[in-house]
């Protein structure tokens, strides 16, 4: 439930990162070309199946939900930043720890925006 306008436009800014993220979880999979020993299936489900539970949070903009996603956002960055610093500042890495990052920080406005009037 939105308590405000401006609830709904944080709630689009996190439905536009969520999607961003995942393109980039995706794009990162597919580029450069997997090792074909890996099973695909296994590596996209295992990137994958934690941020796709919360698809209902992002449509509705669920303050539980949100901090719940707030939650497993900070083991998606580390991973980013580790990858980043690992690889000397690789574009695919860094371009998904800002993501995740703003992410985190618009569910984080998102929470204090639709707080619910006392």
């Known amino acids: 439930?939105?308590?405000?306008?401006?609830?709904?436009?944080?709630?689009?800014?996190c439905?536009?990162?969520?999607l961003g993220l995942i393109?980039?979880?995706?794009a990162t999979t597919f580029w450069?070309?997997?090792?074909?020993?890996?099973?695909?299936p296994l590596i996209l489900?295992?990137?994958l199946v934690p941020l796709l539970i919360f698809?209902?949070?992002?449509?509705?903009?669920?303050n539980r939900g949100m901090i719940w996603l707030s939650f497993v956002l900070i083991?998606?960055?580390?991973?980013?930043?580790?990858?980043?610093w690992l690889s000397e500042g690789?574009?695919?890495a860094t371009v998904s720890a800002i993501i995740a990052l703003l992410l985190f920080v618009s569910a984080m406005f998102h929470l204090k925006l639709n707080r619910p009037a006392a």
Do not use: C, W
């Open 15 to 18: 439905q536009v990162l969520y």
């Open 90 to 92: 690789e574009i695919a």
């Open 32 to 40: 450069p070309a997997p090792d074909p020993a890996l099973s695909l």
């Open 45 to 47: 489900s295992i990137k």
């Open 23 to 26: 393109a980039m979880l995706l």
């Open 1 to 13: 439930m939105l308590h405000s306008a401006r609830a709904r436009t944080t709630r689009l800014i």
């Open 75 to 84: 083991f998606y960055f580390t991973q980013f930043v580790v990858n980043a």
């Open 55 to 62: 698809i209902p949070v992002i449509l509705n903009g669920n």
